[in-house]
C-alpha cells in the first residue's frame, strides 16, 4: 500500500514523459489513470471507515497503516489527499466526470480530512500541516496566484481547486497551512 501511495499515485497525468510509461497509448494512459483513481478511492473509503467506525482505533505504536511508520510514508498518504482534495486532475482523475468528482470525491476527502484533524496524533497532525502549506506553496495551487486571463485557464481545474480549498477550510486546515505575512 505504501508502495502504491508513494510511487504510484501521485504520478501526474504527464507520467507520459516517463521511460516506463511512454509505450502508453492514449485508451490504456486513460485506463490506468482510471483504475489508479478507483483505488485512490478505495483507500480513502477503507481509512474513513476505519476511523469513522472504530473511533478507539489506535494502532500499534500509533502507526496508522495509511499513514505509514516512517515520515516519507506519512508525508506521501497526506500528499496524495491534499493534491487529490486540490487537483484531482494531477491525480489521474477525469475533471470530465462531475459524478465521481461531487457526489464521491469531495464528499469522501471531506470527511476523512475532517476524521484526520480530530483522530491523527499531534507528531502527524505537524507532518499534515507542513506538507499542506509545501502544496499551497505551489505557484499552481495557489489560488491567489493564478492569471484568469491566461489563454491555458481551465474553468474546471479552477472549480476542483475552488473546492479544494472549500474543503480544507471547512476542515480548520487551510488558515493554519497558509504562509505567514510579515508584520512590516
Same mark, same amino acid.
Given at each position: 500500500l505504501n508502495l502504491f501511495v508513494s510511487q504510484y499515485a501521485i504520478l501526474s497525468v504527464n507520467i507520459t514523459e516517463s521511460q516506463q510509461y511512454k509505450s502508453l497509448v492514449p485508451s490504456e494512459l486513460d485506463k490506468y489513470n482510471q483504475m489508479k483513481s478507483t483505488v485512490v478511492i478505495s483507500i480513502f473509503q477503507f481509512a474513513t471507515l476505519l476511523l469513522e467506525r472504530f473511533y478507539s482505533f489506535k494502532p500499534v505504536n500509533n502507526d496508522y497503516w495509511f499513514c505509514g511508520e516512517k515520515p516519507a510514508q506519512t508525508e506521501a498518504f497526506f500528499k496524495l489527499l491534499f493534491y487529490t482534495t486540490l487537483s484531482p486532475g494531477s491525480v489521474g482523475f477525469n475533471l470530465n466526470d462531475e459524478l465521481i468528482l461531487r457526489k464521491k470525491l469531495r464528499p469522501l476527502v471531506l470527511r476523512l480530512c475532517e476524521i484526520l484533524t480530530k483522530t491523527i496524533d499531534q507528531?502527524?497532525?505537524?507532518?499534515? +500541516?507542513?506538507?499542506?502549506? +509545501?502544496?499551497?506553496?505551489?505557484?499552481?495551487l495557489d489560488i491567489l496566484s493564478i492569471d484568469l486571463i491566461k489563454s491555458d485557464f481551465n474553468i474546471q481545474r479552477m472549480t476542483c481547486l475552488i473546492s479544494g480549498y472549500e474543503i480544507l477550510h471547512q476542515c480548520n486546515l487551510l488558515l493554519p497551512s497558509l504562509p505567514r505575512q510579515s508584520s512590516s
Amino acid at each position: 500500500l505504501n508502495l502504491f501511495v508513494s510511487q504510484y499515485a501521485i504520478l501526474s497525468v504527464n507520467i507520459t514523459e516517463s521511460q516506463q510509461y511512454k509505450s502508453l497509448v492514449p485508451s490504456e494512459l486513460d485506463k490506468y489513470n482510471q483504475m489508479k483513481s478507483t483505488v485512490v478511492i478505495s483507500i480513502f473509503q477503507f481509512a474513513t471507515l476505519l476511523l469513522e467506525r472504530f473511533y478507539s482505533f489506535k494502532p500499534v505504536n500509533n502507526d496508522y497503516w495509511f499513514c505509514g511508520e516512517k515520515p516519507a510514508q506519512t508525508e506521501a498518504f497526506f500528499k496524495l489527499l491534499f493534491y487529490t482534495t486540490l487537483s484531482p486532475g494531477s491525480v489521474g482523475f477525469n475533471l470530465n466526470d462531475e459524478l465521481i468528482l461531487r457526489k464521491k470525491l469531495r464528499p469522501l476527502v471531506l470527511r476523512l480530512c475532517e476524521i484526520l484533524t480530530k483522530t491523527i496524533d499531534q507528531d502527524r497532525q505537524v507532518v499534515m +500541516t507542513k506538507v499542506l502549506q +509545501t502544496i499551497l506553496s505551489e505557484p499552481q495551487l495557489d489560488i491567489l496566484s493564478i492569471d484568469l486571463i491566461k489563454s491555458d485557464f481551465n474553468i474546471q481545474r479552477m472549480t476542483c481547486l475552488i473546492s479544494g480549498y472549500e474543503i480544507l477550510h471547512q476542515c480548520n486546515l487551510l488558515l493554519p497551512s497558509l504562509p505567514r505575512q510579515s508584520s512590516s
